[in-house]
């Protein structure tokens, strides 16, 4: 997330993408995953910037602590998904 963060602070169009466990990056607590205690003012960050996150439909969690922040999300299936990544200019995949 923190990459994703730099190159939208530049003059790029990013589409950020959570599947499987990355969904998790909305969680409440970030403790943790990697980065857990930067989690939070990346998010800001991207909400400031009006940078929604795709997620992964059939992963969304069902508990109610996930994206407690009201995060935009968009749901995608992993067919869109694969549309997102092959209309790509590029993409980074982590």
């Given at each position: ?38 989690i939070a003012k ?25 994206n407690a922040e009201g ?24």
């Open positions: 997330m923190r990459i994703g963060v730099g190159i939208v602070a530049g003059e790029n169009d990013v589409v950020f993408v959570l599947t499987d466990g990355a969904v998790h990056l909305l969680d409440a607590d970030t403790d943790e995953l990697v980065d857990g205690d930067e990346f998010r800001a960050t991207l909400r400031g910037l009006g940078v929604p996150f795709h997620v992964d439909a059939a992963a969304v969690p069902a508990d109610p602590d996930w995060h935009s999300v968009i749901p995608v299936s992993r067919e869109q998904i694969a549309d997102l990544v092959r209309t790509a200019r590029r993409c980074l995949v982590f």
